[in-house]
C-alpha cells in the first residue's frame, strides 16, 4: 500500500478551474494505478476518473468527460485531476485511490485512500 495525501481543493466560481494533487509516499508508486473519486453530502461515493501505472490509458465518469484531466508524474509520486468548467454539482470531497490492480480502482476496492479535499463551487 501507499499512503496518498491530496490538496488543491478550494471555492471556485461555476465555469472556473482547479488542479487538485495526489502525492504518494513509497518507492512503488509507479506501478499502481490511480482514481479519483468524489463524494457530495447526502449522496454515496462516485467515481470521477483512473489511470494506470503507465499513464497510457485514462477513465471517466460521463459527467466529468471532456471537462476533467487525469494524469500523473510517476518521476514526482503524484497524480493530478485537472478540472475544468466547473459547476456547482461538482462540489464534493475528492478522495485520490490507488492500487495496483487497476479493476480494483475502477470498482473502487483501491486498497490505499487518501483523506480528502474538499472541492466547493459556487453558482
Known amino acids: 500500500q501507499v499512503q496518498l495525501v491530496e490538496s488543491g481543493g478550494g471555492l471556485v466560481q461555476a465555469g472556473g478551474s482547479l488542479r487538485l494533487s495526489c502525492a504518494a509516499s513509497?518507492?512503488?508508486?509507479?506501478?499502481?494505478?490511480m482514481g479519483w473519486f468524489r463524494q457530495a453530502p447526502g449522496k454515496e461515493r462516485e467515481f470521477v476518473a483512473a489511470?494506470?501505472?503507465?499513464?497510457?490509458?485514462?477513465y471517466y465518469a460521463d459527467s466529468v468527460k471532456g471537462r476533467f484531466t487525469i494524469s500523473r508524474d510517476n518521476a514526482k509520486n503524484t497524480a493530478y485531476l485537472q478540472m475544468s468548467a466547473l459547476k456547482p454539482e461538482d462540489t464534493a470531497v475528492y478522495s485520490c485511490a490507488a492500487d495496483a490492480a487497476s479493476h480494483r480502482v475502477l470498482n473502487g476496492e483501491a486498497g490505499s485512500w487518501g483523506q480528502g479535499t474538499q472541492v466547493t463551487v459556487s453558482s
Open positions: 489511470i494506470t501505472w503507465s499513464g497510457g490509458r485514462a
Open positions: 513509497g518507492r512503488t508508486f509507479s506501478s499502481y494505478a
